[in-house]
Structures are given as structure tokens and as C-alpha cells.
């Protein structure tokens, strides 16, 4: 496209080959995100969970500065709120609260001795002997941090954080490819448990 002429016959053929190849990376992207928030939504419904926290994420945009192209690449592929928005509209159709925490510093505290380090990898090793993922430390703590900010005691354990690799060419995962909403569950939930 930098070669020809602006708005000349090939150059908007190019441009609409572009455009076409960029919906379909959107679409991809936004499919996935459908599937894994119906999912989660899913199972917060099969376990009887009626709170789901989610770290709060404002202002990160502003405290980053890799550069123009990295910093470009970044606000391009980040979904920031998008799935967060999402989770809490399916969640509230389903009766099932989202609570956002402040996760300021969570994947760099260690959830036994409560001592700061930040970790050189995706793993987080304390000097008191503890070791997970970096990820699962600050779920841990965002955990904590909501359960520490109530007052009544609340039923129900932290449910494991899980990754699955995207593959466009195979199938869904079961339960997936059901739709909560058509499933009959508009009726208040208890609340039980918190994810």
C-alpha cells in the first residue's frame, strides 16, 4: 500500500484485503473471549458461585512507556476492560455479583509472610520457602485483599487459576458450546461461594 497512490484502484483493493484480514483477527479474538467469560460464567453457575473478584486494572495505559512501537503493539493487543465488561455483563444476567480490587502489587507479594519481591520470571519463589506462579500469587492475594475487606465470613475456596491454548482448528471445550442464557437460569442465585 505505501507504494501506490492514495485511493488509486489497487490501493483500494489492498486496503480492503487489510481491512477484511483485520475483522477476522477481531472476530477470532472476540469469539474466544465469548467462549472462555460463557465458560467461566458456566461454572460459577454449576458451583453455586455468587461472587466473582476481579483485580481492577485502571490507569495501567498511563504507567507504561516501552517506546512508541512497543508501547503501540501493546494498546493494540491488550483487551484491557473488554473481557472484564463482559464477564460482569453475563454474570449480572445470572444473578452472580462482580466485586473489582485494587491489585496493586499482588503478584509481587507473597501470600504467606506478606513480604514484597519482585519475581525476575513468571515464577514467584519467596526467601520463606514459597513457590508458585506469579499469576496464581496474585489471584491469592486479590483474594485475600476482598475476603480481609468483609466482615462476614465467607464460604467457599479460591478456585485454581486455569489456562487453555487457543486453537482455531479444533473443537470447543464441552460445555462451551452451550449458551447459559438458553439454559434457564435468569432466577436469583445463592450466593455462596466467591471465585
Not at 492514495?6 to 479474538?29: D, E, Q, T
Not at 519463589?125 to 475487606?149: E, L, P
Request: net charge positive; charged share 25%.
Amino acid at each position: 500500500m505505501s507504494i501506490c497512490k492514495k485511493y488509486s484502484k489497487r490501493w483500494k483493493k489492498l486496503n480492503g484485503a487489510k481491512k477484511k484480514l483485520l475483522n477476522k483477527s477481531k472476530n477470532k479474538v472476540n469469539d474466544v473471549l465469548q467462549k472462555y467469560t460463557s465458560y467461566l460464567v458456566g461454572y460459577c453457575i454449576e458451583q453455586g458461585i455468587g461472587t466473582i473478584v476481579i483485580g481492577d486494572i485502571k490507569g495501567i495505559r498511563e504507567n507504561i512507556n516501552y517506546g512508541v512501537k512497543t508501547n503501540q503493539k501493546l494498546h493494540n493487543n491488550w483487551l484491557f476492560r473488554k473481557m472484564t465488561n463482559i464477564i460482569e455483563y453475563k454474570a449480572n444476567s445470572v444473578g452472580i455479583k462482580v466485586e473489582y480490587i485494587n491489585e496493586a502489587y499482588t503478584s509481587q507479594t507473597c501470600p504467606v509472610c506478606n513480604k514484597k519481591h519482585k519475581p525476575g520470571n513468571r515464577n514467584f519463589t519467596c526467601k520463606c520457602g514459597f513457590k508458585y506462579h506469579r499469576d496464581a500469587v496474585g489471584a491469592i492475594n486479590i483474594y485475600k485483599k476482598y475476603t480481609s475487606s468483609l466482615s462476614a465470613r465467607l464460604e467457599g475456596d479460591l478456585t485454581p487459576p486455569v489456562g487453555y491454548r487457543y486453537r482455531y482448528n479444533q473443537r470447543c471445550l464441552a460445555g462451551w458450546n452451550t449458551s447459559i442464557f438458553d439454559a434457564g437460569y435468569f432466577s436469583d442465585l445463592p450466593a455462596k461461594k466467591v471465585a
